[in-house]
């Protein structure tokens, strides 16, 4: 295509699996404009807080109160949000949503080029299918159009960029991938580690699988543990989309960068069955503008995507476009997070850690392996997210007793070890889970707000509770003493894995996407985002989107080139 506003290609949001679509459709040739609705982040130039020393934080990262209650209501929850990286967040005072007090959904999101890449906790881990054919065995939501054979070697070829490290373990139902070296554990951690496998024996621990280079490889550097890794990474050990897939695309000559532009909708051509164009609002100064391509990616994330689907009607799709099955915005998921135990480690006084390690300890699922069913009174299962590290002042100031300089001198010490286990549970597929557009609420820029109707179920919070007594056992069975479980009351989207709302299936009638990530009705619409998904699993889901993005790019290309879309 030529002229200003034509592309081979569109891709909207800039994520995580943003920009591996971008950087494959231009390697593969295609011009393609790439739309983010934040403003622009320069890799290394506007990491300005990266390195920044605690006392030279305004307000130790946490300034008055009323700003972040009445701007930053649900973002200010996420653990990567404070002064030095609020920069990267959304406004929710500026971009809201319908909030219900009642029945919360926390939905967690970026504002910038590069969007949560440059927050996430970079935890990457391969399904198998265990979970893929989960649905299929226990009855919950539909069948897989796919399986691990399937994507399997998209993991290998999205690891060997993105640059992972970790540990292989032989497990089939968490396969070992294309990793760097490990990251190592802390003495206490591999005590905790043997003890949890001698009295266990169906149980592992290992140090996390996450995106973060031990090997200077890919024209990035390694990790050298200066942390904390949301500010931004200059280096580019981290992966995210600014110092990986976004120079690669750029490298080609075949991308164009648009930031500060929302999209409002899709437009549909009757005649050829198509998306016709896309339509962006300019973020400052409320202009539009619209744009055309032989091909669509929607990869603004779960959420926005939908939201985008939603709003974009038509005669033949009045419900919104490419829903003729009438699911889109329903199934909505996300992972159970905030339940666990932690407890005190005796001994160690003499050691510490080194560095701030960006990376933590793995405990892969163990409940409901066998195929015989299930071992507990839930299906599916859940992995622990844990690691141990001494008491600093902050986390001892209220229980060293004393004052004056004694207290003071006191305060200089580390503290004992403090090891932890925190669990991520699987959310089943429900159709009452939702995502809503309130015709009654629009944002600045005319756009309908979402809401959402999603709580976890029974299942969930039987599995919560074993979280917590099988973490409890576990840091016991080590060694721990004063050891207490913990229940955060987290609601849905706290563990910002939102999944599903535009499910992958084989029945056009009872899915949006087929085996391809292509709608089955408009068949230049592509959507790799979380919304494809058809289960959640209970590990974390980015690498898995980055896969399928790369899969459904290869199938689009090939498509295209034999006169197919």
Known sequence: MSGKNNFDAIVVGSGISGGWAAKELTEKGLTVLLLERGAPVQHGADYKSEHLPPWKIPFAGKPLRTLYTEEYPIQSKSYAFDETTRKFFNNDKENPYVY?????????????????????????????????????????????????KDIAPWYSYVEKFVGVSGEKLGLAHLPDGEFQPPMSMNIVEKKIKQCI???FSERKMTIGRCAVQTEAKNNRGACHYCGPCQRGCSVGAYFSSQSSTLPAAEKTGNLTVRTNSVVEGLDYDLETKKVSGVRVIDANNQSKATYQAKLVFLCASTIASTQILLNSRSEDFPEGLANSSGVLGRYLMDHTSGFGAHGIMPG??????????????????????????????????????GGASRMDWKSMSTQIKGFGPRFKQAMRAPGPWIAYLSGFGEHLPNMDSRVILDQHKKDRFGIPQVSFDSVYGANEKKMNKDMMAQAQEMLSAAGAINVSTFDSGAAPGSAIHEMGTARMGDNPAESVLNRWNQTHDVNNLFITDGACMTSSSCVNPSITYMALTARAVDYAVKQLQAGNI
């Open 100 to 148: 219900d007090k009642d029945k919360p959904f926390e939905w967690g999101r970026a504002n910038v080029l590069g969007g949560r890449s440059l927050l996430w906790g970079r935890q990457v881990y391969r399904w198998s299918d265990l979970d893929f054919e989960a649905n299929k065995k226990d009855g919950h939501g539909i069948d897989w159009p796919i399986r691990y």
């Open 197 to 199: 496998e001698e009295k």
């Open 348 to 385: 160690y006084l003499d050691k510490y850690t080194i560095g701030n390690r960006p990376n933590g300890t793995y405990i892969p699922r163990f409940r409901n392996l066998n195929e015989q069913g299930t071992d507990v009174d839930f299906v599916r299962g859940y992995g622990y997210q």
